[in-house]
């Protein structure tokens, strides 16, 4: 009796394991969020960048729209990623705040996703 009730623990075990494999990974359950110019990345250039890099009146590197943008996404992580006390980080630190966290994070995602529109 107790040999069947064993081997019947291990059977659901064994099935239960088989389902919960790890080698599914989380992809398989949760879509990543799809990050977008117009909807995620255009008001963090818009907040963070102005007037600097944005026509009219802006005399740097132009990042107007999505083409500029896509174009320049390596060296705008770079800058914003270095320390504050680096002459070359974005936005100026006596102009803006420097970006959050999450901000950067959303920038990188939305590079790995091929920067789409």
Known sequence: MK?????TILTVIAMLTV???????????VE?????????IKPIIAN????????????????ENYEHVKENIDAI???VKLPQDDR?????VNKKP?????????????QQQNTPE
Not at 48 to 63: A, D, I, V
């Open 3 to 7: 040999k069947i009730q064993l081997l």
């Open 19 to 29: 389902n919960c494999s790890t080698k599914k990974g989380k992809s398989d359950y």
């Open 32 to 40: 990543a969020k799809k990050i977008s110019y117009n909807n995620d």
């Open 48 to 63: 963070s960048c102005t007037p600097c890099h944005l026509p009219p009146q802006g005399r740097k590197e132009p990042l």
């Open 77 to 79: 992580i770079a800058r």
């Open 88 to 92: 070359r980080f974005m936005p100026p």
């Open 98 to 110: 420097a970006l959050t966290t999450d901000e950067i994070a959303l920038l990188e995602k939305w």
